[in-house]
C-alpha cells in the first residue's frame, strides 16, 4: 500500500485501538487484516506521530519502572501495568487482560503452553479471545488435585486457554504435593502420566506466577501441609514457584518437600524459552523478586505498585 493509504488506514486503527479500546484481534477480524499488520500499524502510528502518548503521572513512570526491572534481572520483555487509584479487587482483572494480550501475540503454530494455576492464571485465561493457529498444546505444568473443596481454577484455566488456542487440554490430574515421596515416584511412573509430564518439559511458553507464604497463601488451604511443615516454611521461605518453595535468591526450600512435589522442576522450567511470570499483587514482590534472581522467568507481566515495589528494593541494595 502506498503512504497515503498507510497512514489512513494507521488512524482508523489507532482509533479503534486507543478510542475504542478494541483489542488488536478484533481489530484485525473488523478490517480483515493479521495481527502483526494490526501491530506494526499502531506502532506506524506512534513513530509517525499520529498518535501522541503523554503520561502525566507524578509518580515512577511505567516505562521507567519496566526498563529497571528489564535491566537489572536481565529480561527478554517487560510489561508494566498502570495501576495508581486501582482498587485491588481490579488489579487482577487489569493485570490479567494485558497478560492475555502478550500471550495471544507470542503463540505460533504448533506450540505448547505450560500452565500454573490459581486466581492469576484464571484471570489471563478469562480474558482470552479465540486465536487462529494450528497445532497447539496445553498442557498442566503441575498436580492440579487438592483435598478440599477450596477452588484453584486448575481445570477452569487449562479449558479456557485450550478452547481459545483450539486444542484440547492436557491434564495432570494428581494432588501437586503427596503425603510420601515414595508414592509420587511410584505415579510418575505410570506411561499416561509420563506422557504428560514430558509434554510439559517440553513447553515453548510457561504462564505462572508465584505464591506467598502468608496465612491466607492458596496452597496453605488445599489440605497439603501439617500445621508443623506450613510453619517451616512461614519461617524459611518467601513462596513458592509451581509449588516448589523458595528462598530470597530462589532457591529450594524445604528439600524433603519438594521431593513429595509433582510437576515440572524449577531446572527444567528455565529451559523453555518464554516463561512468562504475572504479578498482581504487592503482597508477592518478595517471592517475585526471589524468582527472578534465580532467572526462573525471562518475561514479566506486572502491576505498577508491585513493579515500585521490586525497584524499592533494588534501590534499598544499592544503597546498602
Known amino acids: 500500500m502506498d503512504e497515503t493509504d498507510k497512514r489512513a488506514l494507521s488512524v482508523k486503527v489507532a482509533q479503534l485501538y486507543y478510542q475504542n479500546d478494541w483489542r488488536q484481534s478484533r481489530i484485525a477480524a473488523e478490517l480483515n487484516l493479521s495481527r502483526p499488520t494490526v501491530s506494526r500499524l499502531l506502532q506506524y502510528a506512534r513513530e509517525s506521530g499520529i498518535v501522541q502518548i503523554k503520561i502525566s503521572n507524578p509518580l515512577v513512570s511505567t516505562q521507567q519502572l519496566a526498563a529497571e526491572l528489564k535491566d537489572y534481572y536481565h529480561l527478554d520483555q517487560v510489561i508494566v501495568v498502570p495501576s495508581e487509584m486501582t482498587a485491588s479487587g481490579e488489579l487482577l482483572e487489569l493485570v490479567g487482560a494485558a497478560a492475555a494480550e502478550y500471550i495471544e501475540t507470542i503463540v505460533k503454530d504448533d506450540d505448547t503452553i505450560g500452565l500454573a494455576w490459581g486466581k492469576t492464571i484464571h484471570a489471563i485465561a478469562q480474558h482470552l479471545s479465540p486465536e487462529d493457529v494450528h497445532g497447539v498444546t496445553v498442557v498442566q505444568l503441575k498436580g492440579s488435585v487438592a483435598n478440599t473443596k477450596q477452588k ?40 499416561h502420566i509420563k506422557y504428560i509430564m514430558d509434554l510439559g518439559r517440553q513447553a515453548d511458553i510457561a504462564v505462572f506466577t508465584v505464591g506467598t507464604v502468608r496465612d491466607s497463601a492458596l496452597l496453605f488451604h488445599l489440605g497439603y501441609f501439617s500445621q508443623a511443615e506450613q510453619e517451616y516454611l512461614q ?3 518467601v513462596g513458592d514457584v509451581f509449588s516448589r ?3 530470597q535468591n530462589g532457591s529450594i526450600v524445604a528439600p524433603q518437600i519438594n521431593q513429595r512435589t509433582i510437576g515440572i522442576d524449577l531446572e527444567q522450567l528455565k529451559k523453555i524459552p518464554q516463561r512468562v511470570m504475572v504479578i498482581a499483587n504487592p503482597a508477592k514482590t518478595q517471592a517475585a523478586a526471589g524468582a527472578l534472581k534465580a532467572g526462573y522467568a525471562n518475561v514479566l507481566v506486572i502491576d505498577q505498585g508491585s513493579a515500585a515495589g521490586l525497584v524499592k528494593k533494588l534501590h534499598e541494595k544499592g544503597a546498602n
Open 152 to 191: 484453584n481454577y486448575a481445570f477452569e484455566s487449562v479449558n479456557a486457554f485450550a478452547s481459545a488456542f483450539h486444542t484440547l487440554p492436557q491434564y495432570l490430574p494428581l494432588p501437586v504435593i503427596f503425603d510420601h515421596q515414595e508414592t509420587k515416584e511410584l505415579v510418575e511412573q505410570d506411561t
Open 235 to 237: 519461617q524459611h521461605a
Open 245 to 247: 518453595f523458595i528462598d
